[in-house]
């Protein structure tokens, strides 16, 4: 597992439980708004999977469980196996996932492996492209958001709403597709410098396309 970030403890990520926080190096999307985009890239110096694992251990009796988030956690090709060693501790665990790869999610939900899932509908399906900077991924997306509307584990979807992309028709869109004993959740954005930084960097060629 490549592994950017590690958060010892979190009574908020996995709510009703005491969790770790496992955060994965890289991500197949490029959402404009990305507060974790220092893991987006493979770098390597990642922090060591053991180390991870021996603190998981020796907490498990205070621990509930293990958020894994990102990036972008299913593009990990050890992920089925990462997570094993965590349930062997007897520890439950929570993904979060953009909804990208529907087959490794299935074989998660399959394998018994995860308690809890919480994916991310960007905008609706018409505009996902526009948000997370990447064709393609529409199909998939909803696969995963279907796998889990028909799944018997506990499931939250979640959309970050950002001003002038996510739209109103956008919402209703989305909420026309719940069913409803789906968990749906709406984020402020939590602006920073460094997401003004990425909206400047985004949206200023075509600023600059339109002023010529």
Not at 46 to 61: F, Q, V
Not at 144 to 152: A, G, H, V
Request: aromatic share 8%.
């Amino acid at each position: 597992m490549r592994i950017g970030g590690f958060q010892k403890m979190t009574l908020t990520d996995y709510p009703g439980y005491i969790a770790s926080v496992i955060f994965t190096q890289g991500c197949n999307f490029r959402c404009t708004y990305c507060h974790n985009d220092e893991l987006i890239p493979n770098r390597s110096g990642s922090i060591d999977e053991k180390e991870i694992l021996d603190y998981l251990n020796g907490k498990k009796y205070f621990l509930d469980g293990v958020v894994i988030t990102g990036g972008e956690p299913t593009i990990q090709k050890d992920l089925a196996q990462f997570i094993k060693k965590i349930k062997k501790m007897g520890l439950l665990v929570k993904l979060d996932t953009n909804g990208s790869n529907p087959d490794i999610v299935e074989e998660l939900i399959n394998e018994k492996l995860v308690d809890c899932i919480a994916m991310d509908l960007k905008a609706s399906w018409k505009n996902y492209s526009r948000l997370i900077h990447r064709e393609g991924f529409e199909n998939e997306c909803r696969r995963s958001f279907e796998l889990l509307q028909r799944s018997p584990v506990s499931h939250i979807f979640r959309t970050t709403v950002f001003p002038t992309v996510n739209t109103e028709e956008d919402l209703e869109s989305i909420r026309a597709e719940l069913l409803p004993s789906d968990k749906y959740v709406l984020q402020n954005l939590h602006a920073s410098d460094k997401f003004a930084h990425n909206v400047a960097r985004v949206f200023r060629p075509a600023i600059a396309g339109s002023a010529s």
